[in-house]
Structure formats: C-alpha cells, structure tokens
C-alpha cells in the first residue's frame, strides 16, 4: 500500500484530493496549519498532521512523523486579488513564501529518500491563471507561474533518478476557499475602482465551464498512478480553454 502526503488539505482542493486517495485505500497523510479531524472521513490509512510549509521546523517535524512517503502533493497555497501597483511588497512575499518557497521546501525535504529509493512523485498544484494574462492577480499569477518553471526543471533534473514531476492546472472552482481566504486590497482606490469593479463583476458573471475539486483530484490521481501521464495536466475544460486561448 503505498502512502501520500498533501499539504492544504483542510478545504478545497487539498481536501478532495485526500478524499480521492482515502477512496482508492492508499495510505494518506493529510497536513493542515491547524489540524481538523473531522474534514475527512474516518479510517485506519488516514493521518491528519499540523504542517506549515513555511516553517523549516514544522516540515522537519512532519515528515519524522510522516516516515516514508510515495508521492507527495504541494497543494498548500494562498491567494490574493490587488492592482499591480498597489500589491505590497510585505503581500508580495506572503505570496512567494508559500506558494512557491513552500513548494520549494516541501520538495527539497523529500527529494534525498526518493532519490535513495529511486522511486517517487512530485505532483505541484499550479494555476490556469498562469496560462492567461488576468489582471488583479499579477503576483499571485508570478508565485504560480515560478512553480511551473520549477516543475519542468525538476523533470529533467529528477527523472534520472527514477522521480516523476508533474504539475496539475485547475482552472476556477466554485467549490475551493479561494476567495474567501484571498487578501483583496486597493480595490476602492480612486485610480482604479471602476476597472476593479469591472473586473471582478465580469469574473462573477462569466459563464461556461468551470474546474471542480474532484477534477483536479482525478488530474492527481492520474499523475501519481500512471507513469505515462504527462508532465502537466490541465484539470478541467476551464484550464484547457484557458491554454488554447493563450
């Protein structure tokens, strides 16, 4: 039986992802900053850990906790909505520290027992955002856009070693916490309130199809399970819409 480890899985789509895994009997280690027993269903494979992926201590910790792991998801990520020229630089870091350093460090941790092993996956949880260019998010688009580069990188650098690299874009979801854990800011500034309002009016209208968290768990499911998936996996038409447009 083989065990996962995903980070951000107390909502949206670390969380359905988990519950992809528990489903299929795998062995998976859900982290969280704070952990919650009861987002996911009881069983004996299941082990809910606290991990804060920008934290050396708190990654050192878990993975002591974790043992030997198979494949390991960066999900745990943080958003954010704000004009370019009023994104500060304290956001800014915020934003790279985890969504891309935190990738960085989780990979890192994991990389010398895949490497002894010759055997592991590493599936990175990007954007579609980053497949388009979408105003309010340019630095969260950034952060995102440093772990697709990353990704493809690591590929090449890992598979002598018999480590597959994967990396899964979902388009929007309905179902994730996204917007409500967002840092929004500089939206009622004088020099762009009404195209933010603009912006965001269109964005909440916009019809079509959408990406839902159990797209995304069967685009990870995929990359863990089939060696001849590809090196990044749209999860969802809205993703592949997105990369045809761009």
């Not at 994730?176 to 933010?196: K, L, R, S, V």
Request: some cysteine.
């Amino acid at each position: 039986m083989k065990t996962v480890m995903i980070t951000g899985c107390s909502s949206g789509f670390g969380l359905a992802i988990a519950r992809h895994f528990l489903r299929h009997n795998w062995k998976v280690i859900a982290t969280m900053r704070v952990p919650r027993e009861d987002v996911l269903p009881q069983s004996d494979h299941l082990r809910v850990m606290a991990l804060d992926v920008t934290d050396p201590s708190s990654i050192r910790r878990a993975l002591e906790m974790a043992g030997p792991i198979d494949i390991l998801v960066n999900n745990a990520g943080i958003g954010a909505a704000c004009p370019f020229e009023l994104t500060s630089l304290e956001q800014s870091r915020a934003l790279f520290e985890t969504n891309t350093f935190g990738t960085i460090a989780m990979t890192q941790a994991v990389l010398p027992q895949f490497r002894e092993r010759r055997a592991g996956v590493i599936i990175n949880i990007s954007s579609s955002v980053t497949l388009a260019a979408l105003p309010l998010v340019s630095v969260y688009s950034a952060s995102k856009a440093a772990v697709n580069a990353l990704t493809r990188s690591m590929a090449v650098e890992l598979a002598p070693f018999g480590i597959r690299t994967h990396l899964v874009l979902p388009g929007r979801s309905p179902e994730t916490q996204f917007g409500a854990n967002a840092h929004f800011a500089g939206m009622d500034h004088e020099a762009y309130a009404d195209f933010a309002q603009h912006t965001l009016a269109g964005m909440r209208e916009a019809s079509g199809p959408v990406t839902y968290a159990t797209n995304v768990a069967e685009a990870v499911w995929l990359a863990a399970t089939d060696p001849s998936s590809q090196l990044e996996i749209p999860a969802g038409e809205d993703a592949i819409m997105m990369a045809d447009a761009g």
